[in-house]
């Protein structure tokens, strides 16, 4: 009896990424190898719970390796709480009619660690998930790295490599705040490759004077710059303990009330912090008698082509994941593991983020490279 084709979908949600569409294309070349028929969920979960789509046939997937972004578009709804017609409503219900309707045998979903969330969510409520590991900032739990982080890397050591021939012409401190989110492995990897002279993180909140100190170390010695790498997540010792505070008075709210109030203190506390890289520059100068100057290379990180080692990582997963689809392997994340994959219960990865342990080979090899971490 000729069996019926597997039906996929696919979707990419959360912040886009380079490699994105090197994934879509490692996983559709390879399913459709496998005799599988693919459609793309468009703009994330909202195409999901929307059921729009596109078919990716074999034209489709052609030329997009190169391409950066995501061609099917993305969102950072959450299925389960999602915004509609100015309510918040659990869709969860509507996008099992629809991968019913649809016909699927399963759903691939191209994400960080939100998305490994929602996976667990829709795997909850029935549906067959794969995850693969997207994200800039190398922050998802049980997988050694993710598509996007090594073309970011790039992108943020070429700016730090940019940022030392003009600090070094006007004797200045320049600031320079890497995305990352939570964690500090962007900054951390660019500042090392970089030559930043210091690396500042939010697994290690700084003091002030301890980076001024190494600025003037260096005045002493005859360097009259210094370039300063700053992880958007890094914070002082008293605003990361604000922080802290605030979110534990999150976690332990009881009541409606308690919870609105706690939460609405944690965004002040978080918004008074925004601007912490102008706050430190201005202190920095202060300190040391130098001009700073500060750039924030945001969404730069994110955008264009993504660099061969990313395209190798995206097409690896991808095509992993058609061969776990193919042999009904759902309820996983497919994880880079050294030159090899590995199949991760979900349970694993959602709500786990993978942070920088303090000592980390990298931490190690920064302190030796005499790099000032702030403590
Ligand atoms: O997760 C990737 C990331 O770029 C983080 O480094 C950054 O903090 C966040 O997304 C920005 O989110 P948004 O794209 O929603 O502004």
């Known amino acids: 009896m000729v069996q019926a084709k597997k039906r996929i979908g696919i979707l990419t949600a959360g912040g886009d990424s380079p490699g994105l569409n090197a994934a879509i294309r490692g996983f559709g ?13 468009r703009d994330g979960i909202r195409g999901l719970v929307e059921n729009r789509y596109t078919p990716l046939d074999s034209g489709a997937l052609s030329g997009i390796l190169t391409i950066g972004g995501t061609i099917l578009g993305t969102s950072r709804d959450k299925v389960h709480r999602m915004m509609i017609d100015g309510e918040t409503r659990d869709m969860r219900t509507q996008v099992v009619e629809n ?33 693969l ?10 997988t050694d790295t993710s598509f996007g982080f090594a073309t970011a ?40 490759a970089g030559g930043a002279d210091i690396v500042l993180l939010p697994e290690i909140p700084y003091t002030v004077a301890s980076v001024a100190e190494t600025i003037k170390t260096r005045l002493i010695r ?39 109030a706690a939460k609405a203190h944690l965004a002040n506390v978080t918004d008074e912090q925004r601007e912490h890289t102008f706050k430190l520059a201005r202190e920095l100068e202060a300190a040391t008698g130098l001009e700073s100057r ?17 395209r190798l990582l995206a097409s690896r997963l991808g095509t992993a994941a058609a061969h776990a689809v193919s042999k009904g392997q759902f309820g996983m994340m ?42």
Request: glycine share 12%; aromatic share 4%.
């Open 153 to 192: 890397m790039e992108i943020a050591t070429e700016a730090i490599d940019r940022l030392h021939s003009t600090a070094h012409s006007h004797h200045r401190i320049i600031l320079t705040e890497i995305m990352g989110h939570r964690a500090g492995w962007l900054t951390l990897a660019a500042g090392i």
């Open 334 to 375: 497919v994880a880079a593991r050294g030159e090899d994959t590995d199949l991760v219960p979900l349970t694993e990865v959602a709500g786990n983020l993978k942070l920088v342990p303090p000592d980390h080979e990298w931490i190690q090899t920064a302190r030796k490279l005499g790099t000032g971490l702030g403590d």
């Open 294 to 310: 500060v750039t924030i290379l945001g969404y730069v990180q994110r955008g264009g082509i993504p660099c061969a080692a990313d």
């Open 29 to 41: 070349k390879a399913a459709i190898g496998l005799g599988m028929d693919l459609i793309g969920y």
């Open 222 to 260: 005859g360097s009259t710059f210094s370039v300063v790498a700053v992880a958007e997540g890094a914070r002082d010792v008293q605003d990361s303990a604000d922080i802290e505070a605030a979110e534990l008075l999150v976690h332990a709210a009881k009541t409606p009330e308690q919870i609105r």
């Open 133 to 142: 590991p997207k994200t800039i900032d190398n922050d998802i739990a049980r």
């Open 99 to 131: 991968y019913e309707k649809e016909g699927l045998s399963g759903l691939v979903m191209l994400g960080g660690g939100g998305t490994a969330k929602n996976a667990l969510r829709l795997a909850g409520a029935g549906l067959n998930v794969i995850t």
